[in-house]
């Protein structure tokens, strides 16, 4: 194996491993000694592969994105309808591996950072830029192009909220009830009549099969946590 190649593996795991310190102690007490613990690797390494925690952070970010990106892909896979390819980026955004009170905390420490941290602001700038680009895609079947941007807008901001809320609140929004909000909020913005409404709880229970399968396999919830 070439030596990029194991630079890119480790400093995933490091990556990884970071996340999971953030999950587990919050953004101020992830250190990178905890990190390293959490990797099996001393301090050392850790720094070896990252200058110090801010480029670490920024790993994290690229990684969490990732996450979800690659979990939309996933059930991308077997969208084969308008109606199916929307659910998929619904489903994969709050499937039950990922949207835990946890790691939504993880997300919201995560989220404070981007303000003080140039290299996290294009990140989570390319993130939100890739989400209105999918949301896009997938609401032009439904929409003319001015509703689709501003329906695009308004379910990404629901999406974050609903993200927030999860991380702050005490009680727990656990993944069925975010994405009946989720489905809520359509049913209002795009057609809803009868024949419409029908199309979209059959693709949202065979994206949740899917996605029961897929993305709730072990090796997949290794994978992402």
Known sequence: MKTNSIRSIRRAELSKAAFEAVVLFGLRKATLEKVGKIAGVSKGVVLHYFKDKSSLLEAVFRRSNSVLSESVIELYRHADTPYERLWAIIIATFFKTIFNRKVCQAWVSLMSEVPHN??????????????????????KNFLNKADTE???????????????RNGLQLA?????KAISEIEYAILQMLPNDEKSVAKHI??????????????????????SL
């Open 150 to 164: 501003r329906t695009a807008l308004h379910l990404g901001m629901l999406i974050d909220g609903i993200w927030v």
């Open 202 to 223: 059959a693709a949202r229970q065979k994206i949740e099969n899917i996605a029961n399968i897929v993305l709730g396999s072990k090796a997949y919830k290794d994978k």
């Open 172 to 176: 727990p929004v656990i993944s069925e």
């Open 118 to 139: 140039e290299q996290c602001q294009r990140v989570e700038a390319a993130n939100h830029a890739r989400i209105q680009s999918n949301l896009k895609h997938a609401l």
